[in-house]
């Protein structure tokens, strides 16, 4: 099975017509390289899932990268990284997201989800730079966890996360303002505070800094059930945000009835509800999604089930509810590795998460058939900005080349120390609660 840039490049080729009829895309930008939508005037998510989503004003931007990394051929940027990871050495260490194309993937010293990425930060103190190929938040999440004299980088600052800017700190701290106005702040009898904030990792370490700073916690998909546990123990209620779909589907499977799950709209006084909704909560759920899940349809399970019978059906907990439903299991991107790994029989998986993950999967298992509920290739548009052209970029600065100096730290992630300290509270405690 040919990884998403493969795919893409069948898409481009006039002789491979016959290939290219049977593979749709949701954008036909996908087939250029990322570098076309750097410099542009207004912030934009690129070609894939989130492209109708408009990306907020203070989104970072990526300028253009020398020519010499946009022209240079895949065989050229492949010499040349290896080359600067060599010389680099344990100084170091590149860490990739499941959803990374394959022709980065191959460069990482360790992939994983957000919850092992996060914990791999913390693992080689030894390294002077880490390169994450993954997003803005992952990096910002790496660059407080490891050590204060390592660098981070991601390599193109264009790769952030639409759910993760669907929550920004000046609507958060409105909506806990007006929750305080109907809760108040006193603990109930057993000590458990009237609300406690919960954030997904997807979102910004401002975010995770007033997590931290109102007693609360940040969760993956891998451990958010785990999570919740742990803030009923302390908390009469959760505000759970940016990803509702997460929220929802744990807080369900937790048993939680859909009633005491409001929604909070930022856009509306009271998130849209009423005070006593509010009160009868359980989990208030932010109104964010992310736009590669929400493709996944019940309809598209129904047609796998009808084309092969038997056919296990395993979606991301950031799909709606109705799709988690349908499926067979959910599960973070590291559970969906985990259990087709673990399958002994050739079985068919019909899965419902990001494209590359789907059919790196499906070339690492060959005995199983494995394909992506979504017919359309449709990436996560800014996990597609990263491209071994940049890696090649902000390694080279780095590492030094014949007409290069060296040293050079280009697209460094640095969160403040005054957001970091309380951030790092919340993410301590995320740690702590094991999947
Ligand atoms: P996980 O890697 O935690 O499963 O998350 C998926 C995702 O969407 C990352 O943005
Ligand atoms: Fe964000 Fe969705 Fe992409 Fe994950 S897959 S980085 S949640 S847009």
């Known amino acids: 099975m040919a990884s998403i840039s493969s795919t893409i490049e069948l898409l481009s080729r ?50 253009q990268i020398p020519e010499e990394y946009r022209l240079a051929s895949d065989e050229e940027l492949d010499a040349r ?52 190929c993954g ?9 407080m966890l490891s050590g204060g004299d390592q660098a981070v980088i991601l390599p193109n600052l264009a790769a952030g996360c639409s759910m993760a800017d669907m929550a920004d700190s000046d609507s958060v701290q409105a909506c806990w303002d007006q929750l305080a106005g109907i809760f108040g702040t006193e603990p109930d009898a057993d000590g458990r505070i009237p609300v406690m904030p919960v954030t997904y990792m997807n979102c ?48 369900k499977a937790m048993g939680v009835p859909l009633e005491q799950m409001p929604m909070w709209n930022p ?19 932010w ?10 349809t019940v309809d598209q399970i129904e047609q796998a089930r009808a084309e092969y019978p038997g056919v296990r059906v395993i979606v991301h907990p950031e799909c709606p509810m109705p799709v988690v439903d349908a499926a067979d299991e959910s599960g973070s991107t590291d559970y969906i590795r985990k259990a087709i790994a673990a399958a002994e029989e050739p079985t068919v998986f019909a899965v419902g998460t990001e494209i590359n993950m789907v059919n790196r999967l499906a070339a690492e298992y060959p005995q199983h ?24 970029w902000v390694l080279e600065a780095y590492a030094g080349t014949a007409t290069l100096p060296g040293g050079e730290i280009l697209n460094r992630i640095s969160v403040p120390e005054s957001v970091a300290v309380p951030a790092r509270v919340a993410l301590e405690r995320m740690l702590a609660a094991r999947p």
């Not at 856009?267 to 759920?285: A, T, W």
């Not at 109104?287 to 929400?294: D, E, Y």
């Open 135 to 143: 997003v803005h938040f992952m990096a910002e999440t790496a660059d």
């Open 81 to 132: 990284i290896l080359a600067a990871k060599e010389k680099l050495g344990e100084k170091l260490v590149i860490l990739g997201h499941f959803y990374q194309r394959d022709e980065v993937v191959k460069y990482a010293d360790f992939v994983g989800d957000s919850f092992q990425l996060a914990q791999a930060a913390k693992e080689k103190p030894e390294a002077e730079v880490i390169v994450f």
């Open 14 to 63: 006039p002789e491979a017509e016959a290939a290219a009829a049977q593979v749709r895309s949701c954008s036909p930008d996908l087939v250029k390289a990322p570098w076309n939508f750097d410099g542009g005037s207004l912030p934009a998510y690129g070609p894939g899932a989130s492209m109708a989503d408009t990306a907020p004003a203070a989104t970072p931007r990526q300028g």
């Open 267 to 285: 856009r509306k006084p009271l998130g849209g509800n009423d005070g006593q909704s509010l009160l009868d909560s359980k989990v208030i759920l």
């Open 287 to 296: 109104h964010g999604f992310c736009s590669v899940h929400k493709r996944f």
């Open 369 to 392: 058939t494995i394909f992506c509920l979504d017919p359309v290739v449709c990436p996560c548009s800014t996990m597609y900005r990263i491209h071994p052209g940049y890696l090649a």
């Open 204 to 251: 910004s370490a401002a975010l995770k800094a007033f997590v931290g700073e109102h007693g609360g916690i940040v969760c993956t998909s891998s451990n958010a059930a785990t999570v919740l546990e742990w803030a009923f123990q302390r908390a009469q209620r959760v505000l759970f945000f940016p990803d509702q779909h997460l929220g929802r589907n744990t807080a």
